[in-house]
């Protein structure tokens, strides 16, 4: 984690901000740590003047992988385990503790050499007019993921941008196999199915991202571009805390749709197959039923997304394992209600 240092030609009057993050995202084998190698020597060609240096934050380093792979094998079995789950989370709001505070030291100016030695920084960093890029090497499968380090780029008023390595499941398996150290292939194929891709057109706070496939690292000099325009245009602060309130709530509100959405679809062919076991329809029947379920859980869902439909208080902001029982069973209830 060393950083790559060299020089950039770039006017430094136009920088409002002499830090950047940039998120990494893709399935396992598809190549980030790859290109977080190769970034450093395309950069290169277009810094001459002005000191920069490359941050190389990688997950696999800094989270054993071990822990990575148990608990997503939990996660696609459906099983649940307090234990590795735990640790996972844990281990991921560690990284998350170090990086913020990495920031600050980087901004502020202000010495801190637990954070510098965590990441293998020397002192010297701080003391020159120095450009940063932070490169964090992750999976980065879920938005949510994503957007707590969008937050952070806000709390700093610092550069924030997304590279999105995209891959089929099947080539990111393939690529995988290949690795000296290899992620399960049931748990690629797993980060596959969960995989949600950068959505600017939905979620503003994205649009600033380049899309690069996985066997060709072109685009280099758009790459560049994009970064310099965050070191111009860094993420600005909120203007109060009650717009940071508002926001807060809109991305839960956002992620309780997605989960009753997913919940509501499995829902569907569960009350078919107990019509079909109580006999309570025939074959030429089926479709009807069918039309019927699924017009109950568009109308459900319509009201969780509206704000219509009054959800229990403690899981009416998030989901999580200690609500998630009865935000099921809650919704399955106002299905049930919407059936002929």
């Known amino acids: 984690m060393k950083p790559v240092i060299f020089m950039n030609t770039e006017n430094l009057f136009k920088m409002e901000t002499s830090v950047v993050l940039v998120v990494l995202i893709g399935l396992p084998g598809v190549g980030k740590s790859s290109v977080c190698e190769k970034l450093p020597l395309y950069l290169k060609k277009r810094c001459k003047t002005q000191t920069i240096n490359i941050i190389h934050v990688c997950y696999d380093h800094l989270i054993p992988l071990s822990v990575q792979v148990k608990f997503a094998q939990l996660r696609q079995n459906g099983e649940e385990d307090e234990n590795e789950g735990e640790n996972w989370k844990s281990a991921r709001r560690a990284v998350y503790s170090r990086v913020d505070q990495l920031i600050e030291c980087l901004t502020t100016k202000n010495l801190n050499l637990f954070v510098l030695n965590f990441f293998s920084l020397s002192s010297t960093v701080i003391e020159n007019d120095a450009l940063f890029v932070i490169l964090l090497d992750d999976n980065f499968y879920y938005r949510s993921m994503r957007y707590e380090y969008f937050q952070l780029a806000r709390k700093y008023t610092i550069g924030f941008c997304q590279l999105y390595i995209e891959c089929t499941t099947e080539v990111a398996v393939s690529q995988n196999m290949q690795r000296e150290i290899r992620v ?53 602060p909120l203007e109060d805390r009650e717009l940071e309130i508002a926001e807060a709530r809109l991305q839960c509100s956002r992620s309780v749709a997605h989960q009753a959405d997913i919940y509501l679809r499995s829902l569907v062919g569960q009350v078919i197959k107990e019509a079909q076991l109580k006999g309570k329809v025939v074959s030429g029947d089926l479709s009807a039923l069918s039309r019927g379920i699924n017009a109950g859980r568009q109308s459900v869902l319509a009201a969780v997304r509206d704000g219509t439909l009054c959800f229990p208080y403690n899981v009416a902001e998030a989901v999580n394992d200690d609500n998630r029982e009865e935000f099921q069973s809650f919704l399955e209830c106002e299905l049930r209600k919407k059936l002929p």
């Open 184 to 236: 399960p292939t049931i748990v690629v194929k797993m980060m596959g199915t969960k995989l949600q891709p950068p959505l600017p057109s939905e979620h503003k706070w994205e649009s600033t991202t380049f899309v690069l496939q996985s066997d060709n690292f072109e685009g280099s000099d758009d790459i560049w571009n994009m970064i310099h325009q965050c070191y111009m245009s860094p993420v600005p």
